[in-house]
């Protein structure tokens, strides 16, 4: 198993093999999600239904998180969890960040104020970023918003993939 090189936790793997989508949370971790693996828990569930109406299968997507493992209160174990979420990202055309703790590091931008929209990232090469609520939260995960979210960035993926 793979470990964190700053505090040493093992980490979750990300999951899904892509070259063109990445869909990056805010946190996945087991322990936040009661020791529910990724596939496993109601927010990657909720993307693959919603993707899979429009077409889009998530296992065409690397799934990944900006911790691999339980968030803590470090800024040097912050920065190399957040690089890995950058080195999954790479050379990826579409981007799904998802919850404010994403979107405020790549955007700049609560989840809430840019849901659904297309922008680009600084930090990231995709031509599309597209940001909404973490479908893991409880506030979030039976939420209209996050849907309509999902559906705007499948959307996306759908009719620019082969352009
Ligand atoms: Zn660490």
Same mark, same amino acid.
């Given at each position: 198993?793979?470990?964190?090189?700053?505090?040493?936790?093992?980490?979750?793997?990300?999951?899904?093999?892509?070259?063109?989508?990445?869909?990056?949370?805010?946190?996945?971790?087991?322990?936040?999600? !009661?020791?529910?693996?990724?596939?496993?828990?109601? =927010?990657?569930?909720?993307?693959?239904?919603?993707? =899979?109406?429009?077409?889009?299968?998530?296992y065409?997507?690397?799934?990944?998180?900006?911790?691999?493992?339980?968030?803590?209160?470090?800024?040097?174990?912050?920065?190399?969890?957040?690089?890995?979420?950058?080195?999954?990202?790479? =050379?990826?055309?579409?981007?799904?960040?998802? =919850?404010?703790?994403?979107?405020?590091?790549?955007?700049?931008?609560?989840?809430?104020?840019?849901?659904?929209?297309p922008?680009?990232?600084?930090?990231?090469?995709?031509?599309?970023?597209? !940001?909404?609520l973490?479908?893991?939260?409880?506030?979030?995960?039976?939420?209209?918003?996050?849907?309509?979210?999902?559906?705007?960035?499948?959307?996306?993926?759908?009719?620019?993939?082969?352009?």
């Amino acid at each position: 198993m793979r470990q964190c090189e700053i505090c040493k936790h093992n980490l979750v793997d990300p999951v899904g093999r892509s070259n063109d989508i990445a869909i990056i949370f805010e946190d996945f971790t087991a322990e936040t999600y !009661g020791g529910q693996k990724i596939p496993e828990q109601f =927010g990657y569930y909720l993307l693959r239904t919603e993707m =899979g109406k429009l077409g889009v299968d998530i296992y065409q997507a690397r799934v990944t998180s900006m911790w691999l493992h339980a968030p803590i209160k470090n800024f040097d174990d912050a920065q190399w969890n957040f690089q890995q979420a950058i080195l999954e990202a790479m =050379g990826t055309r579409f981007v799904l960040l998802l =919850g404010s703790g994403a979107t405020k590091f790549f955007l700049g931008k609560t989840a809430t104020a840019i849901s659904g929209i297309p922008m680009k990232s600084d930090l990231l090469g995709a031509e599309y970023v597209v !940001g909404t609520l973490n479908p893991n939260s409880a506030l979030a995960g039976c939420n209209g918003e996050v849907i309509l979210g999902i559906q705007q960035f499948a959307k996306l993926v759908r009719e620019r993939r082969n352009k």
